[in-house]
């Protein structure tokens, strides 16, 4: 049974950091590309960065490029999101998520229980 | 790559059948899924390349279209699909999502 579970979400100033990490088990971690979506409270969904299998292709949203960066372990089965520069507007319970991608399909199928991120002074 | 739902809301009885659309901005050829989130809860992959039901689905959710407009079906309602749907565009970074269609009962 696939498994992610997130963790490092809390209380930040703005302008502070934090990183989370999403600890991934029941699949071969290394051969999936990875995500984080994030969810304002009462709010949509929106997707924040996508991280290829081997680490070495990254994609952001603009709303968090040059502040966030996604990275993984695949020796550790770990998903990461160093987040700086913070905003109040960067509160969100943030998801990691897999990325099935063939040359057919792609879809982002399965969804960790998220942690949540508040940046408040 | 913008996604616009519509409705933004939708109020139904159980047994209907209702639909969900979603129109893009520009062509996403046929990389459009969809998702089904209760409250407090992740959300859940329903149907992925527009049309293709995710394994353990239930088979009264169909999904259709390509290119632009995009289609979520669900033929007769249960009491457990009562909740927001949303599409997202999988064509092209930046990955975006709709506004999210929230499905409560009549």
């Known amino acids: 049974e696939v498994q992610l579970v997130e963790s490092g979400g809390g209380l930040v100033q703005p302008g502070g950091s934090l990183r989370l990490s999403c600890a991934a088990a029941?699949?071969?971690?290394?051969?999936?590309?990875m995500n984080w979506v994030r969810q304002a409270p009462g709010k949509g969904l929106e997707w924040v960065s996508t991280?290829?299998?081997?680490?070495?292709?990254?994609y952001h949203a603009d709303s968090v490029k040059g502040r966030f960066t996604i990275a993984r372990d695949n020796s550790q089965n770990t998903l990461y999101l160093q987040m700086d520069s913070l905003r109040a507007d960067d509160t969100a319970l943030y998801y990691c998520?897999?990325?099935?991608?063939?040359?057919?399909?792609?879809?982002?199928?399965?969804w960790g229980q998220g942690t949540l991120v508040t940046v408040s002074s | 790559i913008q996604l616009t739902q519509s409705p933004s809301f939708l109020s139904a009885s159980v047994g209907d059948r209702v639909t969900i659309t979603c129109r893009a901005s520009?062509?996403?050829?046929?990389?459009l899924t969809w998702y089904q989130q209760k409250p407090g809860k992740a959300p859940r992959l329903l149907i992925y390349?527009?049309?293709t039901l995710q394994s353990g689905v239930p088979s009264r959710f169909s999904g259709s279209g390509s290119g632009t407009e995009f289609t979520l079906a669900i033929s007769s309602l249960q009491p457990e699909d009562f909740a927001t749907y949303y599409c997202?565009?999988?064509?092209?970074?930046?990955?975006?999502f709709g506004q999210g269609t929230r499905l409560e009962i009549k």
């Open positions: 991280i290829s299998n081997s680490g070495e292709r990254t």
């Open positions: 997202q565009q999988l064509n092209s970074y930046p990955i975006t």
């Open positions: 998520v897999t990325y099935s991608f063939t040359s057919v399909s792609r879809r982002f199928d399965c």
């Open positions: 390349t527009a049309s």
């Open positions: 520009q062509g996403i050829s046929s990389y």
């Open positions: 029941g699949f071969t971690f290394s051969s999936y590309a």
